[in-house]
């Protein structure tokens, strides 16, 4: 009869840690603020810092216990924020982000360090889905639509490939008319 008291009573207190604590619950969303569009040029990449709110959370060390703390077979002392075994301590864990894209063809996107960075591959626009991932909080998902322009020296090589032949018409027309002469 006192064990069933005992698992009630932790019941009732992780419960009240986990409602009452001012913690995340699973419908507490990531807050991720990022660009609504990015132009790059093609060849060249461009950066975007990914700064998710909350960047990281203190996760209890997987014991390999569902239960809760207090709770047979976990009975290790204080649970974690969301009342999950931390028998082994906490740990911080980082959000974890997903890329999805609509194009690969047009541009290539990864994520390192907490920054997107985009590679423009070809000219065109494709949507960059970001869903930023966090044990205990609703995902976070944000779509960017990315432009990537024709390389920026084909703008210079079009008018300088007119000027190099310009040139080269009046250097053999100017080369004729010394033959000419002579």
């Known amino acids: 009869m006192r ?3 005992l698992r009630g009573c932790c019941i009732l207190a992780a419960a ?3 409602l009452f604590s001012g913690r995340a619950s699973a419908e507490t969303p990531i807050v991720l603020p990022v660009k609504k569009s990015i132009t790059v040029d093609a060849g060249l990449s461009q950066t975007e810092a990914l700064r998710a709110s909350p960047s990281s959370a203190a996760l209890g060390v997987d014991c390999g216990m569902a239960d809760m703390c207090g709770i047979d077979p976990c009975t290790c002392g204080s649970p974690d924020a969301w009342g999950h075994c ?3 301590g906490t740990k911080k864990t ?3 982000y997903l890329i999805t894209v609509s194009n690969p063809s047009v541009a290539r ?3 390192a360090n907490g920054t997107l960075i985009v590679k423009g591959l070809s000219a065109g626009h494709t949507d960059v ?3 930023a991932r966090l044990k205990h909080y609703a ?6 639509r990315v432009t990537v322009q024709p390389p920026y020296y084909l703008f210079w090589l079009i008018p300088g490939v007119v000027v190099a032949a310009a040139a080269a018409f009046f250097f053999l027309r100017l080369q004729k008319k010394r033959k000419m002469k002579n």
């Open 129 to 131: 889905r970001v869903t």
């Open 86 to 88: 931390a028998c082994n």
């Open 94 to 96: 980082p959000v974890s």
């Open 3 to 5: 064990n069933y008291r």
């Open 109 to 111: 996107v990864s994520v």
């Open 16 to 18: 009240f840690l986990f």
């Open 139 to 144: 995902d976070a998902v944000q779509t960017v």
